[in-house]
């Protein structure tokens, strides 16, 4: 199942020969994906995958924002949305390693686009149209496949996998495929051949290089990026969940107040 596939993808192997202090090795986890032809794309729109940036995880505020609050730095937010929506922030972009300044408005929204670091449509010809409709939209807003990046490196990217667009950031290749390989291994898809050899060429310049446990960036493969541990990544969206969560029924609360008194 997708959680148990989760669960080894996520976790240390058992073998010392297969796994580092930090996880499993990215080549290990390789080699047990399944290698088969693409499947057709018929049928594939991206409402198959539902609702875009469904708020999922129910912490109020919707995918985009969450990963926005995730990958930025020096964030301020829309005045009015309990520190959702973000109004402006710095991304080391790990896909180019520049720096980019993002400006919540029309015609600037765009320089940084969240993406799905396994695209919907390449997931849905390797093995996602016999997911659930659910599973498919928890695919879609899993923090583990997204990244917010640089706008028009994900626009040049498209629904590419390994075998054909790899990041101009040389030095995030590594952990790019290295996600790509965790996220088909913890939904159960496949790779193709040509796939599967980029995949393999990129990790045999890093053959230590574990499938990450964590959402986001990890060490500094970004220039200027530092990342953070998925415990601490895990820590703050709990807290900011729970600050939200609060926010909410203390607004609630007055408006109730408000309208037993009028």
């Not at 708020?55 to 964030?75: A, E, P, Y």
């Not at 495929?177 to 898809?189: F, P």
């Not at 895990?234 to 807290?239: L, R, V």
């Amino acid at each position: 199942s997708a959680s148990s596939s989760a669960s080894k993808a996520g976790t240390s192997g058992s073998s010392s020969s297969n796994s580092s202090s930090k996880g499993t090795l990215a080549t290990t986890v390789l080699a047990a994906l399944a290698i088969k032809g693409r499947a057709p794309k018929t049928g594939y729109s991206r409402s198959q995958f539902g609702t875009a940036w469904a708020d999922v995880d129910h912490n109020g505020c919707d995918t985009r924002n969450d990963i926005l609050t995730r990958d930025l730095t020096g964030k301020t937010y829309k005045s009015g949305t309990h520190d959702c929506v973000v109004a402006t922030g710095t991304l080391n972009d790990p896909y180019t390693g520049r720096r980019i300044s993002f400006v919540r408005g029309q015609g600037t929204s765009t320089a940084v686009q969240i993406d799905h670091v396994v695209a919907l449509s390449d997931a849905w010809q390797t093995g996602a149209q016999k997911l659930s409709s659910s599973t498919r939209e928890q695919f879609a807003n899993d923090p583990y496949n997204l990244l917010a990046v640089d706008g028009p490196a994900n626009e040049q990217k498209s629904d590419g996998d390994a075998a054909t667009w790899l990041p101009s950031n040389k030095s995030f290749r590594c952990q790019y495929v290295a996600r790509q390989i965790g996220v088909k291994h913890k939904y159960g898809l496949w790779v193709t051949q040509a796939e599967h050899d980029a995949m393999a060429r990129v990790l045999s310049s890093c053959p230590t290089q574990t499938v990450p446990t964590g959402g986001g960036v990890t060490g500094s493969s970004s220039s200027g990026s530092t990342g953070s541990s998925s415990a601490a990544t895990t820590a703050k969206s709990t807290a900011t969940a729970t600050s939200k969560t609060t926010a909410r029924a203390t607004s609630s609360a007055k408006s109730t107040a408000t309208a037993s008194s009028s």
